[in-house]
């Protein structure tokens, strides 16, 4: 697993290495591939919290479309939202009311888990993270 803080773009990486003494040629034909990740912080607060939807490894300059799940549906955010060349990006937001959502006359729960996602615009790779609203 890849820190989220080491801040390198997704994608395949060859790995060189020298079996004690160095030579011209000592790339291997194997790869790793880092994967794009995701999260929202904080993780917990009220409706209207300040939030930050911080994306990692994304292909240098790809675009992620941003939404949430209003219990109904999947709500945009921010679609083609630009990583830079490190493949990072950070989108500052609101936290959802969910209560515009209820019927009418329902009471919301104690507290409800919004499910934020991201979805890498090159790759289709699909990521999501949580946020406790709590009343």
């Keep these: 697993m890849v820190p989220t803080t080491l801040e390198v773009p997704g994608g395949n990486y060859y790995i060189k290495a020298f079996d004690g003494s160095t030579s011209a040629v000592a790339v291997t034909d194997n790869y790793f591939r880092i994967i794009a990740s995701f999260e929202v912080d904080p993780k917990y607060g009220r409706s209207q919290t300040p939030l930050r939807l911080k994306g990692f490894a994304l292909p240098a300059n790809d675009?992620?479309?941003?939404?949430?799940?209003?219990?109904?549906?999947?709500?945009?955010?921010?679609?083609?939202?630009?990583?830079?060349?490190?493949?990072?990006?950070?989108?500052?937001?609101?936290?959802?009311?969910?209560?515009?959502?209820?019927?009418?006359?329902?009471?919301?729960?104690?507290?409800?888990t919004i499910t934020f996602r991201m979805i890498v615009r090159s790759t289709g790779q699909t990521v999501s993270d949580t946020f406790r609203l709590v009343s």
Excluded at 75 to 88: C, E, M, N, P, S
Excluded at 104 to 110: F, L, T, W
């Design 63 to 112: 675009f992620a479309n941003l939404s949430y799940n209003d219990g109904a549906r999947w709500v945009v955010i921010k679609d083609l939202h630009q990583a830079d060349l490190k493949g990072a990006f950070v989108y500052t937001m609101l936290a959802p009311d969910l209560k515009e959502a209820l019927p009418a006359k329902e009471q919301p729960e104690g507290y409800t």
